[in-house]
């Protein structure tokens, strides 16, 4: 099993709806979760964080399901602006702390 | 710019020769990562260290690759006798670690692109 599987998409979704990605992940022990967004030829950079009671940041609302062990991206009144990739990406806990990165889930918002 | 400095942010190589990469990390970070990333992929882990001790290389890292951080601040990535697959983006990223043990984000470099021709 892949540490971490994301659907690579296309989304091509209109502006304005709804869009949510999921991610799961392998590592029982992971104990730090990130939403990351990777514009065409730039370097990823934070989205949010995943805290594990949920959390929102204006249009984008991160959840954590440590059960099922994934992760989830909702990102509500798209706009064009939000066109890119968006990478979910986990930390072990003490002792594995590397960074593990989804492939990418490639979004563009259709005028 | 405080941020995370790559050098050089391109590089064209031919095959069978070596490279070298530097990185500098935002000042006071002690982790360092190196990733490496082609289209189409996620960025796939290479290494870290936490000062300047490497903690952990990913095993689908051949022998050609190295990496250093001899005083814990900048970093060194080398790869020797370089082939076409090893063309990519090689990204570098430092995050720091507080002294509650909370993990921060890391912060990526715009990094160093890598053709071998």
């Known amino acids: 099993r892949k540490e971490v599987e994301q659907d690579p998409g296309p989304f091509n979704v209109p502006e304005g709806a709804t869009v949510a990605f999921n991610c799961t992940y392998s590592?029982?022990?992971?104990?730090?979760f990130f939403w990351y967004r990777q514009d065409c030829r730039k370097e990823p950079k934070l989205l949010m964080s995943?805290?594990?009671s949920g959390n929102e940041d204006g249009r984008f609302t991160a959840q954590l399901n440590r059960a099922s062990q994934y992760i989830s991206l909702l990102i509500r009144d798209s706009k064009l602006s939000d066109s890119a990739t968006y990478l979910c990406?986990?930390?072990?806990?003490?002792?594995?702390?590397?960074?593990?990165f989804g492939t990418g889930t490639r979004l563009t918002i259709i005028p | 710019d405080t941020g995370v400095s790559q050098d050089p942010r391109h590089k064209i190589t031919k095959r069978g020769q070596n490279v070298t990469f530097r990185c500098d990390p935002i000042?006071?970070?002690?982790?360092l990562y190196w990733y490496r990333q082609t289209l189409g992929q996620g960025p796939e882990f290479l290494t870290y260290?936490?000062?300047?001790?490497?903690?952990?290389k990913s095993r689908l890292l051949s022998d050609r690759f190295s990496a250093e951080r001899p005083k814990g601040s900048f970093s060194t990535l080398e790869i020797q006798r370089t082939e076409q697959g090893d063309s990519a983006m090689y990204l570098c990223?430092?995050?720091?670690?507080?002294?509650?043990?909370?993990?921060?984000?890391?912060?990526f470099g715009q990094g160093t692109r890598l053709t071998v021709v």
């Open positions: 990223a430092s995050s720091a670690r507080t002294g509650t043990g909370e993990n921060t984000e890391a912060f």
């Open positions: 590592n029982s022990a992971s104990q730090s």
């Open positions: 995943v805290y594990s």
């Open positions: 990406v986990f930390r072990g806990g003490f002792g594995n702390e590397k960074l593990t």
């Open positions: 000042s006071e970070h002690n982790r």
């Open positions: 260290f936490q000062n300047e001790a490497q903690l952990e």
